[in-house]
Nanobody
Framework: RVQLVESGGDSVQAGGSLRLSCAAS????????MAWFRQVPGKEREGVAA???????KYYSDSGQGRFAISSGGAQNVYLDMNNLRPEDTGTYYC????????????????????????WGQGTQVTVSS
């Protein structure tokens, strides 16, 4: 099994920045893609960004494109730099990992779909006030 531990969530004002971190342990050879999702009460978990550390390939949702940047520190750590935060970015942010086919990695297909991921962290709360 893979254990994922997120950190870095905080309460900030609109326009501020945060860096979320996720550290993986356990069977880290079992996955090749890591991603960030966020969820607010009453809504489905939404993909924000995904990364394939093998060649640093990155994918972003519309909500993450431009203001968020995903990066990796080797195959076991992933980060999400969030800039110019908005109140609508408020939510619980989850780190996830999966083993994706190379076809999915190259196309990005399914990499931001929560149902495709089997390993999840416990989440870290981000609150952005106006």
């Amino acid at each position: 099994r893979v254990q994922l531990v997120e950190s870095g969530g905080d309460s900030v004002q609109a326009g501020g920045s945060l860096r979320l971190s996720c550290a993986a342990s356990g069977d880290t050879s079992s996955f090749n893609v890591m991603a960030w999702f966020r969820q607010v009460p009453g809504k489905e978990r939404e993909g924000v960004a995904a990364i394939y550390p093998g060649d640093d390939r990155k994918y972003y949702s519309d909500s993450g494109q431009g203001r968020f940047a995903i990066s990796s520190g080797g195959a076991q750590n992933v980060y999400l730099d969030m800039n110019n935060l908005r109140p609508e970015d408020t939510g619980t942010y989850y780190c996830a990992a999966r083993a994706a086919t190379l076809s999915a990695v190259w196309s990005g297909r399914g990499l931001l779909e929560a149902r495709q991921y089997s390993d999840w962290g416990q989440g870290t709360q981000v609150t952005v006030s106006s």
